[in-house]
């Protein structure tokens, strides 16, 4: 017991370790405000164009997910990060995880977002049409907002998913909160800041999984 | 062009480190057949549990598979690795890996499934006692094979993604493709063991993600 508090939950290493899990803390805010905003949007254009009539835009799309959802999230980020620079592209961490994280998020999102538009029914399409809205008219107001309401559950996943990746960050030497607790574990000898980082991501994303089991039953018990 | 085929397809380098990459590729499928199994199994057992409502029980259960849904598997991997052994636990990074994503599937294979036993209709529950089976005999042959159908496409994907995970081995030194493909770029300075290791990745989960596409329209929910 006296061993498990000296480990794990030692405050004078907390009180040391604090400055530097803090701004690992921003540093991984900031991440998930550029990643998820990013990967949506791209999701959001690789669904529309998956609703093409062109048939070979949409097998582009469908390649262009298979091959970024076939790929580990770690193995892109290496291969953007070590890869690149030998093309002469150097993106410096950040960038390299934004790029990576765009690659992979995008074509996460677009699945969810084209079972979406796939879930409206098409009367809905030929209805707003017939009113006189143009074709970019009915997806933003009519065909979108149903869209996204009727998959939010998976889209919330989804982005829970995503932010419990932006961990993978610290592989590049990004200091995010895990590579923050990693340093500080290093620095103090100790484990308690990789108690503290699991207990920082547990409080911020408890909330998340909580919503999301609610979104489940509910959705279990309208089938 | 020349340039660009001797820095990225270096047939010298590649062939000199192929081996080690295919070795990682048995590591991989071992570790993820391993983490799969073992993770299902678990899941499907404590969701077992939960149906027999003891409320000591299951609050427990919620309590760990929420903690699992919301921790980095990252996260959980290093805590294992680097965290335990002050308490005197000492596990090789295999074993820590495949723990970490064991238990993370295990969580999320508890939530679909049990989700599926609610989606059981009550009346299948009172049909099967009142023709005299045991609560036991009702869970096994009745309730669970309609359950279980239910769950597998969510199970397939989430499985997937989870063993994708396999490659966060490579951060403490699991010799699976990832590994593999990092330390021989390193050695050599050459990025093209990290495109053979990437083919690996396709070659591996192409079909794998093609399978769960074809699983989920083929065990679609009937509305």
Not at chain 1, 3 to 11: D, H, K, Q, V
Not at chain 1, 104 to 116: D, H, K, Q
Not at chain 1, 129 to 147: H, I
Not at chain 2, 23 to 38: H, M, P, S
């Amino acid at each position: 017991m006296e061993a498990l508090i000296r480990g794990f939950f030692n405050f004078d290493i907390l009180a040391q370790a604090w400055p530097i899990l803090l701004a690992g803390f921003w540093m991984t805010l900031l991440l998930t405000l550029a990643v998820v905003p990013l990967g949506f949007a791209g999701g959001l254009a690789v669904a529309l164009a998956s609703t093409t009539k062109s048939f070979f835009v949409r097998a582009a799309v469908v390649g262009y997910v298979d091959l970024f959802r076939a790929f580990p999230a770690l193995v892109l980020l290496m291969l953007v990060a070590y890869g690149l620079p030998f093309l002469d592209i150097r993106l410096g961490a950040f960038g390299s995880v934004a790029l990576a994280f765009f690659l992979n998020t995008s074509s996460y999102y677009g699945e969810i977002l084209r079972a979406g538009i796939e879930s409206v029914p098409r009367g809905q399409l030929e209805a707003a049409r017939s009113t006189g809205l143009s074709t970019l008219q009915t997806m933003a107001w009519v065909v979108l907002p149903q869209a996204v309401r009727n998959v939010v559950p998976d889209l919330i996943s989804n982005t829970l998913e995503v932010i419990k990746l932006t961990s993978i960050a610290s592989v590049v030497a990004l200091p995010e909160l895990l590579h923050a607790a990693r340093e500080a574990q290093a620095l103090t000898y100790n484990a308690t800041p990789i108690i503290a980082a699991g207990i920082i991501y547990l409080v911020c994303l408890w909330p998340l999984v909580r919503l999301l089991s609610r979104f489940e039953h509910r959705q279990i018990a309208l089938h | 062009m020349g340039r660009f085929a001797d820095t990225f397809l270096n047939w010298a380098v590649m062939a000199q480190y192929a081996p080690r990459i295919l070795e990682g590729t048995w590591v991989t499928i071992r570790l993820a057949l391993a983490v799969a199994i073992a993770g299902i199994a678990c899941g499907l057992f404590l969701s077992v549990l939960r149906a027999f409502r003891f409320r000591a029980i299951n609050v427990f259960i919620v309590f760990a598979v929420d903690v699992l849904r919301a921790l980095p598997p990252l996260v959980i991997i290093i805590a294992f690795y680097f965290a335990l052994p002050a308490l005197g636990v000492r596990m090789s990074a295999w074993v820590s890996t495949w723990l970490a994503l064991s238990l993370v599937l295990m969580a999320f294979s508890e939530e679909i499934f049990w989700a599926g036993i609610l989606a059981v209709p009550r009346g299948q529950w009172e049909a099967a006692r009142s023709t005299g089976l045991s609560f036991l005999q009702t869970l096994r042959d009745v309730v669970l094979p309609q359950a279980v159908r239910l769950t597998i496409p969510p199970l397939t994907n989430r499985t997937i993604a989870i063993t994708k995970n396999t490659a966060l081995g490579a951060v403490v030194a699991v010799g699976e493709i990832l590994y593999q493909a990092q330390s021989a770029y390193s050695f050599s300075y050459n990025p093209s063991p990290l495109l053979l290791g990437a083919a690996a990745y396709l070659i591996l989960f192409i079909p794998v993600v093609c399978f769960g596409r074809w699983i989920e329209t083929r065990f679609a929910w009937k509305r």
